[in-house]
């Protein structure tokens, strides 16, 4: 009481609540402009809202005449974006940026508790205000500027290409249907930018007339800001209880509550999350965090959580790994769903992600160039999947992201035996989709699954080096006195000439430096079974098996044959890059990984009937790779269009860029014959590419 005494009230005000402009009261702020420079008294042009979206422009005329304005400048603008002619589509029609366009956004959500005040005669008159709306200078006309600079430079690039060329091919349709929609694709597709930007873009705009601050109309207009009765009726929301009053103040939140996600996502609240049923729990946070010790998961889910029951969800939605748990492929990635690097469905993207999970259940290192090789999948998302479970060390690979969980491995037999019984049929999916060889279905020892590295010293790497020497040559004398003895007892002609064969001796003195190597086999310097020293032409080991040699000249001879008849022109670095995607393609053991050497190749390829082109490059490309430099063509292929093409690369053996207009006279001189568009076509699109207007050999375009 004493401090209400010590606070007298000095005045008492009446507030009155208008409604006349409750639904048409908007806020303007004008954020990048002082308060003390107002638009009251620039000319406003035009006005137009979408009262939907509650998005307004306005368009305000420029002092042009005020020294502070650069009229170049202005000239400028205006010709980037209206060029020299100017009609009704113009935006500046003076020939002059003469205006300037502000366009609004809304500065909050939801206004409900905003309102403008009047005071007047002692007393206070509120209009709940409809928006907020913060207008900032648009740009663009810069939009229409690039656009014009762009049809510019399509133009230009055109050169003097004939019309013909300019018309549109006859083209094949793909026709496909859409699949029936889910739910879930729905609510993505609504969600989207793209659908929200159309759902904004239908709505039309309603045209406005500005009336100025001093302008009669508007003087009328804000008379409505003031209650029209003072009486008890037209107040009667604002006579309320203290515990409405208070009510009024701070509502329930509603909001939060309609706008409150089903599931946590990508930030987790703790809070919401333990409002969930414990199955749900564990898929979101396994799906959130991929790689997990149980012994963390028990932590996130409290204290009174029973760990039986977590054992037996987390099996559901993740698999066990060196004694983590790793969320399951198809939590990841579910049904109907596709990878969004390379378009790939969700059931191939799942039985990529399992051999890299079933990878790490062998060892605590993968590499990528292997999952890449045998998954056949792009290395993006075979990146994606290393990254869900692994980290990447220099010169190493990816290791495991979490070291060896003995302590859960000991605890918890019975779950392990079954992980690894469900691992077992894992591997053997694998197997019949991969064709994955012994040594990849070979387990490693983990010891303890041990991230430390094992240590041999290089006197132990010679001995063993010795070692393997002495058995090796041990085998060889016994199978060698066995092929002998039986040629005696059988008296019968050898198709073997014993004489020839001969053992190969190792020396195994103590002087001889041996290789200690880590690794037990060498690639010879070949990159996908093509050597990259030009004239070596020794295998990976050393010689060809007796009989190979022809099959893998057949082999290779079929390639080049069947590449050039889709291609008809190829550099050799495509050509070898073709290639190792066919070796990619091929089983395992196959010939052609016995080795071919680029001479090999080369060989092959002028074999077949192909000829190399010697095409003139200008002096400045002569510093790229000389693979890029070596072009080879299809000389006959065997149909009706081998003299056309033959004169197409007589004229690229003496000019390295031609016009259209060059060829199609060179093939009517030298067929003598009227050729039309379409066999015109053919023979060019057969061996050329355009590029800003001039045509190309395949491959000689330099970026």
């Known amino acids: 009481m004493a401090n209400e005494e010590d606070d007298p009230i000095i005045q008492e005000i009446d507030v009155y609540l208008a409604k006349s402009l409750s639904e048409k009261l908007y806020m303007f702020q004008y954020p990048i402009r002082p308060a003390s420079m107002t638009y009251d008294d620039v000319t406003h042009l035009s006005a137009k809202i979408k009262p939907k979206q509650q998005k307004v422009e306005l368009e305000m005329a420029i002092d042009t005449l005020n020294p502070n304005y650069c009229r170049s400048k202005g000239e400028q603008i205006a010709l980037n974006v209206d060029g020299t002619c100017t009609d009704e589509t113009s935006t500046y029609s003076s020939k002059l940026m003469d205006r300037q366009t502000f366009c609004s956004s809304q500065a909050a959500s939801n206004v409900s508790r905003y309102a403008a005040a009047v005071y007047r005669k002692g007393e206070l008159h509120l209009t709940p205000l409809h928006g907020i709306l913060q207008l900032r200078p648009s740009f663009s006309y810069l939009d229409k500027a690039d656009a014009k600079h762009r049809e510019r430079e399509a133009a230009n690039e055109a050169g003097d290409s004939s019309q013909d060329e300019a018309e549109e091919d006859i083209k094949q349709i793909t026709v496909r249907f859409s699949r029936s929609e889910t739910e879930q694709a729905r609510?993505?597709?609504?969600?989207?930018?793209?659908?929200?930007?159309?759902?904004?873009?239908?709505?039309?705009?309603?045209?406005?007339?500005?009336?100025?601050?001093?302008?009669?109309?508007?003087?009328?207009?804000?008379?409505?800001?003031?209650?029209?009765?003072?009486?008890?009726?037209?107040?009667?929301?604002?006579?309320?209880?203290?515990?409405?009053?208070?009510?009024?103040?701070?509502?329930?939140?509603?909001?939060?509550?309609?706008?409150?996600?089903?599931?946590?996502?990508?930030?987790?609240?703790?809070?919401?999350?333990?409002?969930?049923?414990?199955?749900?729990?564990?898929?979101?946070?396994?799906?959130?965090?991929?790689?997990?010790?149980?012994?963390?998961?028990?932590?996130?889910?409290?204290?009174?959580?029973?760990?039986?029951?977590?054992?037996?969800?987390?099996?559901?939605?993740?698999?066990?790994?060196?004694?983590?748990?790793?969320?399951?492929?198809?939590?990841?990635?579910?049904?109907?769903?596709?990878?969004p690097h390379s378009g790939v469905p969700a059931e191939v993207l799942c039985r990529g992600r399992d051999f890299v999970m079933w990878k790490f259940t062998q060892d605590r290192w993968v590499v990528r160039k292997e999952v890449a090789t045998v998954t056949k999948l792009c290395p993006e998302d075979v990146k994606d999947f290393l990254e869900h479970m692994s980290v990447a060390r220099i010169n190493k690979g990816w290791e495991f992201l979490l070291p060896y969980d003995e302590d859960f491995?000991?605890?918890?037999?019975?779950?392990?035996?079954?992980?690894?019984?469900?691992?077992?049929?894992?591997?053997?999916?694998?197997?019949?989709?991969?064709?994955?060889?012994?040594?990849?279905?070979?387990?490693?020892?983990?010891?303890?699954?041990?991230?430390?590295?094992?240590?041999?010293?290089?006197?132990?790497?010679?001995?063993?080096?010795?070692?393997?020497?002495?058995?090796?040559?041990?085998?060889?004398?016994?199978?060698?006195?066995?092929?002998?003895?039986?040629?005696?007892?059988?008296?019968?002609?050898?198709?073997?000439?014993?004489?020839?064969?001969?053992?190969?001796?190792?020396?195994?003195?103590?002087?001889?430096?041996?290789?200690?190597?880590?690794?037990?086999?060498?690639?010879?310097?070949?990159?996908?079974?093509?050597?990259?020293?030009?004239?070596?032409?020794?295998?990976?080991?050393?010689?060809?098996?007796?009989?190979?040699?022809?099959?893998?000249?057949?082999?290779?001879?079929?390639?080049?044959?069947?590449?050039?008849?889709?291609?008809?022109?190829?550099?050799?670095?495509?050509?070898?890059?073709?290639?190792?995607?066919?070796?990619?393609?091929?089983?395992?053991?196959?010939?052609?990984?016995?080795?071919?050497?680029?001479?090999?190749?080369?060989?092959?390829?002028?074999?077949?009937?192909?000829?190399?082109?010697?095409?003139?490059?200008?002096?400045?490309?002569?510093?790229?790779?000389?693979?890029?430099?070596?072009?080879?063509?299809?000389?006959?292929?065997?149909?009706?269009?081998?003299?056309?093409?033959?004169?197409?690369?007589?004229?690229?053996?003496?000019?390295?860029?031609?016009?259209?207009?060059?060829i199609q006279n060179q093939l009517s001189q030298e067929c003598g014959e009227d050729l039309n568009k379409q066999e015109i076509d053919r023979v060019i699109k057969d061996c050329c590419v355009s590029h800003a207007g001039m045509w190309y050999l395949k491959g000689t375009v330099q970026s």
């Not at 053992?503 to 290789?515: Q, T, Y």
């Not at 290779?556 to 393609?585: C, D, G, I, P, Y």
Request: net charge neutral; proline share 5%.
């Open 187 to 339: 609510q993505r597709r609504t969600q989207s930018y793209e659908f929200l930007q159309k759902r904004q873009a239908e709505e039309h705009w309603v045209h406005l007339h500005y009336y100025g601050l001093r302008d009669s109309r508007s003087e009328h207009e804000r008379q409505y800001l003031f209650s029209q009765g003072h009486g008890m009726a037209e107040n009667i929301e604002l006579i309320k209880s203290p515990s409405e009053y208070l009510m009024m103040l701070m509502p329930p939140s509603v909001e939060e509550e309609k706008d409150k996600p089903v599931a946590p996502s990508n930030v987790l609240s703790m809070a919401q999350l333990r409002t969930l049923p414990l199955a749900d729990q564990i898929k979101i946070l396994m799906k959130n965090v991929k790689v997990m010790p149980f012994a963390n998961l028990m932590s996130l889910l409290g204290s009174g959580t029973d760990s039986t029951a977590v054992l037996r969800c987390i099996q559901q939605v993740a698999m066990l790994v060196q004694g983590n748990w790793v969320v399951k492929s198809d939590v990841v990635y579910p049904k109907d769903t596709s990878s």
């Open 409 to 662: 491995v000991k605890k918890h037999p019975d779950v392990v035996q079954r992980q690894n019984m469900l691992w077992m049929g894992i591997q053997a999916k694998l197997e019949k989709v991969y064709n994955l060889l012994k040594e990849h279905l070979t387990p490693k020892k983990q010891d303890g699954q041990s991230a430390h590295p094992l240590l041999v010293s290089g006197e132990q790497r010679v001995s063993m080096a010795k070692a393997k020497v002495k058995q090796n040559y041990g085998l060889l004398e016994k199978e060698f006195q066995k092929q002998k003895a039986e040629s005696k007892t059988n008296n019968t002609p050898s198709n073997v000439d014993m004489a020839s064969v001969r053992i190969k001796e190792e020396p195994v003195s103590d002087e001889e430096p041996m290789d200690t190597s880590a690794h037990e086999s060498m690639n010879n310097g070949m990159v996908n079974g093509v050597h990259s020293e030009e004239n070596s032409m020794d295998s990976l080991n050393g010689h060809l098996p007796g009989g190979c040699t022809d099959r893998v000249a057949q082999e290779l001879k079929a390639f080049v044959m069947t590449t050039f008849k889709k291609q008809f022109v190829l550099t050799l670095s495509e050509l070898k890059r073709l290639f190792n995607l066919h070796l990619a393609s091929l089983p395992p053991g196959h010939l052609l990984f016995s080795g071919v050497s680029d001479k090999m190749l080369q060989d092959t390829v002028l074999d077949t009937g192909c000829k190399q082109i010697l095409v003139p490059f200008p002096p400045q490309i002569h510093a790229v790779s000389p693979d890029e430099l070596k072009v080879y063509a299809l000389w006959e292929a065997g149909d009706s269009y081998d003299q056309h093409r033959q004169v197409l690369l007589r004229i690229y053996s003496k000019n390295y860029k031609v016009r259209r207009s060059v």
